[in-house]
């Protein structure tokens, strides 16, 4: 069975920092390109940053460049979102999710590339 549990959310003062870890079992993590997410009450989950599977690619949605960094360690099966500087519009629960590897040609900004997905860990971030 596979689960993805996120941990280190929470609530900060804007301008401050968070990292949120996914770790991942029942999966082969190498294998999977891994994301992050966010979603506020009545709107979509919306992509945030996304990493492959060997951690050599990774990029951001535009609004968190230059203030978050997603990354991994393989040896842990788990993954990061480092958050810096954050704002009041960063609030939402953020949850990560595993897609399995199709090579370099899948924009991995879509959910429906992501087969697994974690519960969700709120962050707030307070003005």
């Known amino acids: 069975q596979v689960q993805l549990v996120e941990s280190g959310g929470g609530l900060v003062q804007a301008g401050g920092s968070l990292r949120l870890s996914c770790t991942a079992s029942?999966?082969?993590?190498?294998?999977?390109?891994m994301g992050w997410f966010q979603q506020t009450p009545g709107q979509e989950r919306e992509f945030v940053a996304t990493?492959?599977?060997?951690?050599?690619?990774?990029y951001n949605e535009d609004s968190v460049k230059g203030r978050f960094t997603i990354s991994r360690d393989n040896t842990k099966n788990t993954v990061y979102l480092q958050m810096n500087s954050l704002k009041p519009e960063d609030t939402a629960v953020y949850y990560c999710?595993?897609?399995?590897?199709?090579?370099?040609?899948?924009?991995?900004?879509?959910?429906?590339?992501?087969?697994?997905w974690g519960q969700g860990t709120q962050v707030t971030v307070s003005s």
């Open positions: 990493i492959s599977e060997s951690g050599r690619r990774a």
């Open positions: 999710a595993a897609g399995f590897s199709r090579g370099s040609g899948v924009d991995y900004s879509h959910r429906i590339q992501y087969d697994y």
């Open positions: 029942g999966l082969t993590f190498s294998n999977y390109a």
